[in-house]
């Protein structure tokens, strides 16, 4: 059973930065794809960044140009990079894999941007 566990979350201010890390518990190979969702308050889950097994990333449009995702093979660990943090963009971050058809998901680390 894969597990997935974020950290790197916390309280910052408007205009700073976070790195998120998703630990995997199997080879970054093992993986079809990995990706970084968000859930704020009252809202659905929404998928924020993406990367496949080939190394082709994606983002949501309102992440474009300040959020980066990267993965290190070595350390089995899916990174999220986030620059110019702004209060919408606080929420519990998740990390995701599909690996045989199957998702697994982490239990996710909250992100908070206020003054």
């Known amino acids: 059973q894969v597990q997935l566990v974020e950290s790197g979350g916390g309280l910052v201010q408007p205009g700073g930065s976070l790195r998120l890390s998703c630990a995997t518990s199997r080879s970054i190979f093992s993986f079809d794809g990995m990706d970084w969702f968000r859930q704020a308050p009252g809202k659905q889950r929404e998928l924020v960044a993406t990367?496949?097994?080939?190394?082709?990333?994606d983002y949501a449009e309102s992440v474009k140009g300040r959020f980066t995702i990267s993965r290190d093979n070595a350390k089995n660990t899916l990174y999220l990079q986030m620059n110019s943090l702004n209060p919408e963009d606080t929420a519990v971050y998740y990390c995701?894999?599909?690996?045989?058809?199957?998702?697994?998901w982490g239990r996710g680390t909250q992100v908070s941007v206020s003054s």
């Open positions: 990367v496949t097994s080939g190394g082709t990333t």
């Open positions: 995701g894999a599909t690996s045989g058809g199957q998702y697994a």
